[in-house]
């Protein structure tokens, strides 16, 4: 028999770990799918287990690390009693009440878990360029996390692919390691915000080739360089990297949840009326999921704690 | 951190992965990496369920630089599989546990 819960929450960053937080406290025991180990930011504590020092989560004046942070907010829920569990949901159906939700086989016949209350907090993965070698050389060269592997690049030059703050974030700390980080982004000015372009710009290691897009990852066994392609001029040229690190951008982690709530044109869930309610009556979402404009740790917490809010009130005037 | 669970070094790994007569798992991992963090509950796991068919160790890369690069370990968490002191398997980055024991099944 599949188990029924008042609140699921699937997803474990931020926002769902504030969610399970609040729901605790709430007395409403809830049951939250974490995620499986991976590199690529859908795992337990969500994206900022790829990141190093957080210094703008209020709270923590010298900063923190953020797996630090994350173990914390876990520490937080597990205290009130919610409970964490590593796996990874397959699919779900709100067509039912209670919702319905499946870890594992997708198509067995029988769900995991029921939720009368279901808050979604699946969070976003860093996207990849799709250039040929991408797949084939992370983890010799191209990685999906600086803060993993800058390390191994030590006096060696680096290229960073990216405009926004997450990519001057990356270039900014792999100058603790690399000879030389250079900054490869599509147009002539940086989406950035003021503070990380200016840090980035002041940092003597860190350069820049503007207007330029990776058409190609070069390298037989390890990553030797890059095929850099000019936006205006069409021109390609090549410059020599050993590491590879991309930060485009990011996309929601919404596959889940197609033919099941209502999502925005880029894949983001829609939400409605400043709340965390969806399309479907009862399944809130919070975080980065829904939230394409902000992406912040806090405001992710922020609308973790809204979610929380929304699903108790909804449970009460239903008087469950 | 479990007993099941061994530490290797620079200087040890050669007596314990070369010598072993069961395979060895080893972790190349850092205190700054998120992800190894994540894999640690998940390899205390299998060491426990797989005790003397599998020998699984730990080992520091900021420690012990000569074994990181005599591998050309390039990111961690890096999980390598030695059979006979020979690398059989190599996995990069953090993995469910599922899917570890499905890349490791046939040395178990």
């Not at chain 1, 808050?119 to 976003?124: M, N, P, Q, S």
């Not at chain 1, 990297?241 to 894949?267: C, D, M, T, Y």
């Not at chain 1, 699903?311 to 239903?318: G, I, N, P, T, V």
């Not at chain 2, 796991?45 to 591998?71: P, S």
Request: charged share 25%; net charge negative.
């Amino acid at each position: 028999m599949p188990e029924r819960r008042k609140v699921v929450i699937i997803g474990s960053g931020p926002a769902g770990l504030t969610a399970a937080l609040y729901t605790a406290r709430a007395q409403l025991a809830p049951l939250v799918f974490e995620g499986e180990p991976s590199s690529t930011s859908d795992q337990p504590g969500g994206q900022l287990m790829l990141t190093t020092d957080v210094e703008n989560y209020p709270g923590f004046v010298d900063g923190i690390m953020g797996p630090e942070l994350m173990g914390i907010m876990r520490a937080q829920a597990l205290r009130f009693d919610a409970e964490l569990r590593t796996a990874k949901v397959s699919r779900i159906d709100v067509t039912p009440r209670p919702f319905e939700l499946w870890v594992g086989d997708p198509a067995a016949e029988e769900p995991t878990a029921l939720a009368d209350a279901l808050i979604v907090a699946t969070g976003a993965r860093a996207l990849m360029l799709g250039v040929p070698n991408e797949d084939r050389l992370i983890g010799y060269g191209v990685s999906t996390c600086a803060t993993c592997d800058g390390f191994f690049f030590r006096e060696q030059p680096v290229a960073v692919s990216g405009g926004g703050d997450s990519a001057m974030e990356e270039a900014i700390f792999l100058t603790r390691f690399a000879s030389k980080v250079t900054v490869v982004h599509r147009r002539d000015e940086l989406r950035a915000s003021k503070i990380m372009q200016e840090r980035a710009f002041a940092n003597p290691k860190i350069e820049f080739a503007w207007n330029s897009t990776v058409s190609e990852i070069l390298g037989d066994t390890k990553v030797s360089g890059l095929r850099l392609q000019n936006t205006v001029s069409g021109d390609a040229s090549e410059i020599a990297v050993n590491g590879f690190f991309v930060a485009i951008g990011h996309e929601p982690n919404s596959a889940l949840l197609k033919g099941q709530l209502e999502l925005e044109a880029n894949g983001y869930v829609k939400t409605f009326d400043g709340t965390t309610r969806t399309s479907v009556d009862g399944v809130f979402a919070c975080g980065d999921v829904q939230d394409h404009y902000y992406r912040q740790a806090i405001t992710s917490a922020g609308s973790g704690c809204m979610a929380a809010i929304d699903a108790e009130r909804w449970l009460e005037e239903r008087g469950q | 951190m479990s007993e099941k669970i061994e530490t290797f070094t620079d200087a040890t790994f050669d007596e314990n992965v070369k010598a072993s007569d069961v395979p060895v798992l080893v972790d190349f991992w850092a205190e700054w990496c998120g992800p190894c963090k994540m894999i640690s509950p998940v390899l205390e796991e299998i060491a426990q369920e797989h005790e003397g068919k599998i020998r699984i160790g730990k080992l520091n890369i900021d420690d012990n630089l000569d074994v990181t690069r005599r591998f050309d370990v390039m990111s961690i968490p890096t999980l390598i599989l030695f059979k006979d002191g020979e690398p059989q398997v190599r996995l990069i980055g953090a993995k469910p546990k599922g899917q570890l024991l499905e890349e490791i099944s046939a040395y178990l």
